[in-house]
C-alpha cells in the first residue's frame, strides 16, 4: 500500500531564503509524481509534474527532483517571496492503481 | 477558460437532507474523479470513472453515489447527509494515462448542520 510522507509539516522563513520541502513514498513503482499548491479555502493548483522516467522539472524559482529507488522527491524554492505562503502538496500516482496518493502537505509561511 | 469546475462551492444543509455536487471540465480528459479532503486537510480519493465506466471505488458508503451523463462530466450524490460528510469535496480530471497528470476544480466545501 503507497503512502507519503511530507516533512515538515510546517515551515516558517525570512523572505528571500531559499528552501527545500521533502516528499517521501514506499512503493516506488510510480507512474508519476506531482506538487500542487493550495491557498487557503482554495482548490488545487498544479505546479510540476514528473513521471516515472524523469529526474527533475523546473518551473521559474521551483525545481522538482525525484529519485524513485529513495522513493524521495523534494520541491526547491529559491529566492522565497511572500506570496509563496500556502500549503505544498505531493502527490503520487502509483502505477497499478490509478489512485493519486497524497502527503499531508507542508504549510509554508514567508515572512517579509 | 479551460478547466475544471464544480457547483456549488459552498453547500450548507440539515442532516438527513439529500444533495448534489456537479462538475464539469473541458479540458477534453476521459477520466474524472472525486476526492474529499477532511478536516485535517488530508485528500483521499473516493472515485474514479472513465469514458462513464466506474473504476475505482474506494470504501465509501453507498450513501455516496456519483453518476457520470458523458465523459466531460461527474457528478456526486450524497443520501441522507450525516455530520461527517462535512467536508471539501474535490473533482479532478485526466486522460486515463495520466500522461499529463491532474487538474482539479476549486472544490466545493460541504458543511452539514
Known amino acids: 500500500k503507497q503512502e507519503v510522507t511530507q516533512i515538515p509539516a510546517a515551515l516558517s522563513v525570512p523572505e528571500g531564503e531559499n528552501l527545500v520541502l521533502n516528499c517521501s513514498f514506499t512503493?516506488?513503482?510510480?507512474?508519476?509524481l506531482q506538487w500542487f499548491r493550495q491557498d487557503p479555502g482554495k482548490g488545487l493548483t498544479s505546479l510540476l509534474l514528473?513521471?516515472?522516467?524523469?529526474r527533475e522539472q523546473t518551473s521559474g524559482r521551483l525545481n522538482a527532483s525525484l529519485d524513485k529507488s529513495s522513493g524521495r522527491s523534494t520541491l526547491y524554492i529559491a529566492a522565497s517571496q511572500p506570496g509563496d505562503s500556502a500549503t505544498y502538496l505531493c502527490?503520487?500516482?502509483?502505477?497499478?492503481?490509478?489512485?493519486?496518493?497524497f502527503g499531508q502537505g507542508t504549510t509554508l509561511q514567508v515572512k517579509p | 477558460d479551460t478547466a475544471v469546475s464544480q457547483t456549488p462551492k459552498y453547500l450548507v444543509t440539515q442532516m438527513g437532507n439529500d444533495k448534489s455536487i456537479k462538475c464539469e471540465q473541458n479540458?477534453?480528459?476521459?477520466?474524472m474523479y472525486w476526492y474529499k479532503q477532511d478536516s485535517k486537510k488530508f485528500l483521499k480519493i473516493m472515485f474514479s470513472?472513465?469514458?462513464?465506466?466506474?473504476?475505482i471505488n474506494e470504501t465509501v458508503p453507498n450513501r455516496f453515489s456519483p453518476k457520470s451523463p458523458d465523459k466531460a462530466h461527474l457528478n456526486l450524490h450524497i443520501n441522507s447527509l450525516e455530520l461527517g460528510d462535512s467536508a471539501v469535496y474535490f473533482c479532478?480530471?485526466?486522460?486515463?494515462?495520466?500522461?499529463?497528470?491532474?487538474?482539479f476544480g476549486s472544490g466545493t466545501r460541504l458543511t452539514v448542520v
Open positions: 479532478a480530471s485526466s486522460y486515463y494515462d495520466r500522461v499529463g497528470g491532474y487538474t
Open positions: 512503493d516506488s513503482a510510480i507512474y508519476n
Open positions: 514528473i513521471q516515472s522516467s524523469q
Open positions: 502527490a503520487v500516482d502509483s502505477s497499478n492503481t490509478g489512485k493519486l496518493i
Open positions: 479540458l477534453g480528459h476521459d477520466t
Open positions: 470513472y472513465n469514458n462513464k465506466e466506474l473504476i
